[in-house]
């Protein structure tokens, strides 16, 4: 995903799913917030398709303006956790271009 060159980081984590009892969450900080778009994240997808194994490829992705962090600067990914599946406009699931 860091290949984009809109996204500057980006986290993953698992969230609850009813079928597989875990999916893949990608949430992508971009270089600019205003390129947030379902083409962008279709593009993501695309990406991760090509590159990655069909189970590691996120189900869920979004955008976010700011990754969470720890006092030591690492990503909180436990945080990220709390967040709804569906948090936001910014966010899509993305199970339908699979």
Excluded at 24 to 29: D, E, M, N, Q
Excluded at 58 to 67: H, K, M, V
């Amino acid at each position: 995903m860091l290949q984009q060159p809109l996204v500057a980081e980006v986290a993953v984590v698992g969230v609850p799913d009813i079928t597989r009892k875990e999916e893949v969450k990608a949430f992508v900080l971009l270089k600019d917030q205003d390129q947030a778009n379902e083409a962008l994240a279709v593009s993501i997808i695309s990406q991760c398709k090509a590159s990655l194994a069909a189970y590691k490829v996120p189900r869920y992705i979004e955008f976010i303006t700011e990754l969470p962090r720890t006092p030591t600067r690492k990503v909180a990914k436990h945080e990220l956790n709390k967040r709804p599946v569906m948090a936001a406009n910014d966010s899509w699931d993305v199970s339908k271009w699979r």
